[in-house]
C-alpha cells in the first residue's frame, strides 16, 4: 500500500509515476478508498474489501474528507493517465462512481488536507523530497518505464541510462535501466 507524494498535485503524482508503479497506484489507491468506506459503514459488494485498516496512508485517507477527496482526485488521474499511455483498466474504473462519495460520517476539514504520511525510509527528507528519492531507488532497482512520456524532471540522472529506447507507432515507451 503506498500513496506516492510526489507533489501537492494529484495529477502530477501520477505523471510522474512509471507504468508500473502507475497500475499499482490505480489498484492501490482505489483499495485505500474502499477500506475507508468499509470502515465508515459505507462499503458494499461494488468495492474491494477492506484490506490493511491500520496502514498509515489508510489512516491518512480515512482522517477526513480532504484527504479523502484527495485520493479519489488521484485515482481519476492515474487512470487518465493509463488511458493516455494506451491502457485500459476497467475493472477499477467500475469502481470509482462507488467511491467519489464520501462516507456521510466521515470529518469535515475546512483548511484543506491534513499533512501527508510520510511511508518512505526517508523520514528526515521533506516529504515530497522523500518520494522522490524514493522512487529513485526503486527506478534503479528495476528497470523503469514511461509509455508516451519521459521520466520526471527530478528524476536522478545517475538513474537515467543514455540508452533510451524509443517505441515506434503510437506509443513511445521510454525505458531506463
Given at each position: 500500500m503506498q500513496i506516492f507524494v510526489t507533489s501537492g498535485d494529484p495529477r502530477e503524482c501520477a505523471i510522474a509515476l512509471d507504468n508500473r508503479r502507475l497500475f499499482k497506484s490505480i489498484i492501490e489507491s482505489a483499495q485505500i478508498l474502499s477500506t475507508v468506506q468499509w470502515m465508515y459503514g459505507a462499503g458494499n459488494e461494488h468495492l474491494?474489501?477492506?484490506?490493511?485498516q491500520r496502514h498509515p496512508c489508510v489512516q491518512w485517507a480515512a482522517r477526513n474528507r480532504r484527504n479523502y477527496l484527495w485520493l479519489v482526485r488521484h485515482l481519476k488521474f492515474a487512470i487518465a493517465e493509463w488511458h493516455y499511455r494506451g491502457y485500459r483498466h476497467s475493472r477499477v474504473e467500475l469502481k470509482v462512481s462507488w467511491l467519489e462519495s464520501c462516507p456521510p460520517s466521515m470529518p469535515q476539514r475546512s483548511d484543506g488536507c491534513s499533512r501527508f504520511v510520510n511511508c518512505t525510509p526517508y523520514?528526515?527528507?521533506?516529504?515530497?523530497?522523500?518520494?522522490?528519492?524514493?522512487?529513485?531507488?526503486?527506478?534503479?532497482?528495476?528497470?523503469?518505464?514511461?509509455?508516451?512520456?519521459?521520466?520526471?524532471?527530478?528524476?536522478?540522472?545517475?538513474?537515467?541510462?543514455?540508452?533510451?529506447?524509443?517505441?515506434?507507432?503510437?506509443?513511445?515507451?521510454?525505458?531506463?535501466?
Open positions: 474491494y474489501r477492506p484490506t490493511h523520514r528526515k527528507l521533506p516529504l515530497f523530497e522523500a518520494y522522490q528519492k524514493h522512487l529513485n531507488r526503486k527506478w534503479q532497482a528495476s528497470r523503469a518505464t514511461w509509455t508516451r512520456r519521459n521520466p520526471p524532471e527530478w528524476r536522478d540522472s545517475s538513474a537515467q541510462s543514455e540508452d533510451y529506447r524509443s517505441g515506434s507507432g503510437e506509443r513511445d515507451t521510454y525505458t531506463a535501466s
